[in-house]
């Protein structure tokens, strides 16, 4: 298959937009946009200098500077015809482990205009109960105490902030590219939390010359394996060590508010408008939410690829069904959308084939998932005395996983809840499965003392434990 490549001259490329966490989502949504974007002569100011502030980010940053930053890009078509892109977009890599002095300078230069973020929901460090900024993470404690020696992505953003208020530099877009409801917002918060605790006088600046608008981002990504390497260079027939695939579906819904002006990325397909609201709560309760409902269950049967899950008849009525009767009634459709074709695509999403996205990417980090993509709507569910029967399972299903790490077919697993706590892994050890309700995900919720809740909860744990998950959900589905 021939690989599409670029229609511009890297050299004419000058940075207008810094971006902080180049993973394969980065590299295969806003990339992707930027890249074709870049095509148009008037827009070659807009180009990427991409940030790793992980120790483990060392290969990808490796990998990518060893081909000239560039890498290739398969999209996977739900039908067949897939496509290959050659993306030269990301003109500069710096990794803050290794030049962290690049890092404020590179946020200080007056040409940046936006820093768009891919940090994980986790990433906002957020307490989950209390809704604000956690300062007990040591982390940021020594943020707090040495400006100039940062290790978060705070300390570096005030760092870099500072260094450009001293340089009478212009406006500055921060714009969140995670998937969280109102990530801006949350964006926001976070940050000028941090900074009005390191440095009143930067926050007071802050609070005038940054905007933080909110955004919603969609294209299903998978981490890419050894395997993947393998299949994705054979298909394409480069020698990239840094390749990245997805789906062919792509979404980018951007609320118009940028303070230091912007790329007209309305041109290939970006929407913009005055509140993103309605799309992201659209995305976030029927895509994530469906994903993490998937997930748990599918997993425990033995499933490790979403597309082979999604051809368990079982599995597909749970999943339609919470979107039918569940989460439809509490998502109102953006203006243009038709609700039912857009779920119905959501199904065949998942189904596809060529993409074939892993069960264990969507069942990471549920603690931060859970309180995002389940907990809002299952509140409201709660409040409304709805059917909570497919989300009781759900909660069910995600005890059995973490405290058993057994599946169905006998296969042990490892887990992976960054954000686990102490407490949290004395509530999965408990032998009382009430006791799993206080879990940090669902404290907001007091789940414990929900009585429509507790009863069919406890009926499923009991259920999964002496009949199985498979036998448990065919019941669930009849």
């Not at 148009?40 to 991409?50: F, K, L």
């Not at 560039?70 to 003109?91: F, K």
């Not at 982390?139 to 260094?163: C, E, N, W």
């Not at 789940?447 to 199985?468: M, Q, R, S």
Request: overall charge negative; hydrophobic content about 40%; proline content about 4%.
């Amino acid at each position: 298959m021939n690989v599409i490549p670029y229609n511009y001259s890297p050299e004419a490329i000058r940075l207008g937009i810094l971006h902080i966490g180049v993973g394969n989502f980065h590299r295969a949504h806003q990339q992707f946009y930027i890249n074709r974007l870049l095509e148009d002569s008037d827009q070659q100011h807009w180009g990427v200098c991409g940030v790793c502030l992980l120790p483990s980010d060392k290969n990808v940053v490796e990998n990518l500077r060893s081909q000239n930053l560039e890498y290739t890009l398969t999209v996977c078509g739900r039908h067949g015809g897939d496509e290959v892109y050659q993306i030269g977009s990301l003109r500069e890599l710096i990794w803050g482990v290794e030049q962290p002095e690049m890092v404020i300078q590179k946020i200080a230069e007056d040409t940046i205009k936006i820093i768009t973020l891919t940090i994980t929901e986790g990433g906002y460090n957020i307490n989950k109960e209390t809704n604000e900024f956690d300062f007990e993470d040591e982390k940021i404690k020594h943020d707090l105490h040495y400006k100039d020696q940062p290790i978060t992505v705070f300390g570096f953003l005030a760092a870099g902030l500072r260094k450009r208020r001293a340089g009478n530099c212009s406006g500055i877009t921060i714009l969140s590219c995670d998937n969280l409801q109102h990530n801006g917002d949350t964006a926001k918060k976070a940050f000028i939390s941090f900074i009005q605790a390191q440095d009143k006088d930067l926050a007071e600046w802050a609070e005038a010359h940054v905007t933080f608008p909110n955004s919603m981002v969609d294209r299903i990504t998978p981490a890419t394996t050894a395997e993947n390497i393998a299949k994705l260079n054979e298909l394409s027939g480069a020698n990239d060590k840094a390749p990245v695939h997805c789906e062919d579906f792509c979404q980018w819904v951007i609320e118009d508010h940028f303070i230091g002006g912007r790329p007209a990325l309305e041109r290939v397909g970006v929407a913009f408008t005055a509140d993103v609201t309605t799309y992201e709560n659209m995305k976030l309760s029927l895509l994530n939410a469906s994903h993490t409902l998937l997930s748990y269950p599918a997993f425990l049967k033995g499933y490790r690829k979403v597309d082979e899950a999604m051809r368990d008849d079982d599995i597909c009525r749970y999943i339609r069904d919470f979107m039918d009767i569940d989460i439809s009634p509490y998502v109102p459709p953006p203006a243009g959308i038709d609700l039912e074709k857009y779920k119905q695509t959501l199904l065949e999403r998942f189904a596809n084939r060529s993409i074939s996205d892993q069960v264990s990417r969507l069942c990471a980090d549920g603690i931060s998932k859970f309180p995002v993509y389940i907990v809002p709507n299952l509140a409201k569910m709660i409040k409304d005395r709805k059917d909570l029967t497919r989300l009781a399972f759900l909660i069910a299903a995600y005890r059995h996983y973490l405290k058993y790490q057994l599946d169905e077919q006998g296969q042990a697993y490892d887990i992976l809840e960054p954000a686990k706590s102490v407490e949290d892994e004395q509530l999965i050890e408990s032998d009382s499965a009430a006791d799993f309700l206080n879990l940090s995900a669902f404290k907001s919720l007091n789940l414990k003392t929900a009585e429509t809740f507790v009863p069919v909860y406890l009926n499923f744990v009991n259920a999964i434990k002496d009949k199985g998950i498979s036998e448990t959900l065919k019941l669930l589905t009849a």
